[in-house]
């Protein structure tokens, strides 16, 4: 119930294409569903958030699309770039469980070559 | 307004040695989450506490973990007796008084149990 599944582990793409992330959830509770950035040796960065009233967000080339029947959303960046080089991970909490808990996937390694 | 400080970044303990990590949180945030990230793997929650109580321990290990975030000073996460497999990433997180959904990270520290 609290699993949030992440796909695919590793992502390549070419400078200037289209890097898609997805997640699946289980826990209808989840009512918060945040992206987070990690560079090697950093903390987690938040990126873009969303909430299920809305199916999508978008924040400069980033935007995040949001199935709530499927129980799924996802993270498009558009233009990628060398800098989005970066673990990628989608997480999900809700109010019913503690606070800003969160629940994590596990995780995609994107690279974007040059 | 600093963000999420941890101390050591870095910690090298012998196994059976005790380790102590430090979390301070951003300046008016009264919550404390503490996570590990093992080698290649997402974030585990660990423990939710707020001034002075523990809220919510259900991703520690019933032994020889423990956290506290008393009155005064910071967040501590202590590891009594380490052993090989406590080798990880901690990272600890803060959000405001007011449940936004939102939490900063910090840099984390990284313990290696030798």
């Known amino acids: 119930q609290q699993q949030v599944k992440q796909s695919p582990q590793s992502l390549i793409v070419q400078k200037g294409g289209i890097s898609i992330i997805n997640c699946a959830y289980e826990n209808t509770a989840f009512d918060y569903f945040p992206w987070y950035q990690q560079f090697p040796g950093k903390g987690p960065a938040l990126l873009i958030a969303i909430r299920p009233d809305v199916s999508e967000k978008k924040e400069g080339r980033f935007t995040i699309s949001f199935n709530k029947s499927a129980k799924q959303f996802s993270l498009h960046i558009m233009d ?22 969160l629940t994590f996937g596990e995780g995609t390694q994107l690279t974007v070559n040059p | 307004n600093a963000g999420v400080m941890q101390n ?16 301070s949180p951003m300046k008016g945030h009264s ?16 423990v939710y506490l707020q001034k002075e109580n523990i809220i919510d321990e259900s991703g520690m290990p019933k032994e020889r973990f423990s956290a506290e975030f008393p009155k005064e000073g910071p967040s501590i996460l202590r590891i009594q007796q380490v052993v090989r497999g406590d080798s990880a990433a901690y990272f600890c997180a803060s959000s405001p008084r007011n ?5 900063f990270f910090g840099q984390g520290t990284r313990l290696t149990v030798v």
Do not use: I, N
Request: charged share 30%.
């Open chain 2, 31 to 46: 919550h404390v989450y503490w996570y590990r990230q093992l080698p290649e793997e997402g974030l585990k929650f660990m």
């Open chain 1, 80 to 101: 990628s770039q060398p800098g989005d080089s970066a673990t990628y991970f989608c997480a999900a909490s809700s109010k019913e469980t503690s606070g800003s808990r």
């Open chain 2, 8 to 23: 050591p970044r870095h910690l090298v303990r012998r196994r059976g040695q005790e380790a102590r990590l430090r979390c």
């Open chain 2, 99 to 103: 449940w936004e959904g939102e939490a």
